[in-house]
């Protein structure tokens, strides 16, 4: 079993900063892909950014140059730096580990997921 927690969701007004967690544990020596989707009401669950056990990354082009996916191995964590932010970014943001690559996270929505924080960009 995994276990996926997030933090870090807020109200922050346009172009402001935040710094997203996901701390993972149970069974996930065996996960080597991670990443960070986000879901608008009404929209579908999107991929916002991915990294793989090797450092590999990749980014929604939306958000390039913006945000950026890190993660601590020895935390078993996920982080993601969340800057420059448009009201457009306003969602539920869902941590997802899995076996998998960063070309299959885009297009599956397997794997393991946190339960959701809520980033809200508003003046």
């Known amino acids: 079993q995994v276990q996926l927690v997030e933090s870090g969701g807020d109200l922050v007004q346009p172009g402001g900063s935040l710094r997203l967690s996901c701390a993972a544990s149970g069974n996930i020596l065996s996960l080597n892909a991670m990443g960070w989707y986000r879901q608008a009401p009404g929209k579908e669950r999107d991929l916002v950014a991915a990294?793989?056990?090797?450092?590999?990354?990749s980014y929604e082009d939306s958000v390039k140059g913006r945000f950026t996916i890190s993660r601590d191995n020895a935390k078993n964590t996920v982080y993601l730096q969340m800057n420059s932010l448009k009201p457009e970014d306003t969602a539920v943001y869902y941590c997802?580990?899995?076996?998998?690559?960063?070309?299959?996270?885009?297009?599956?929505?397997?794997?393991?997921w946190g339960q959701g924080t809520q980033v809200t960009v508003s003046s």
């Open positions: 997802n580990w899995r076996v998998g690559t960063i070309a299959t996270m885009a297009k599956y929505l397997t794997g393991y």
């Open positions: 990294i793989t056990r090797s450092g590999s990354t």
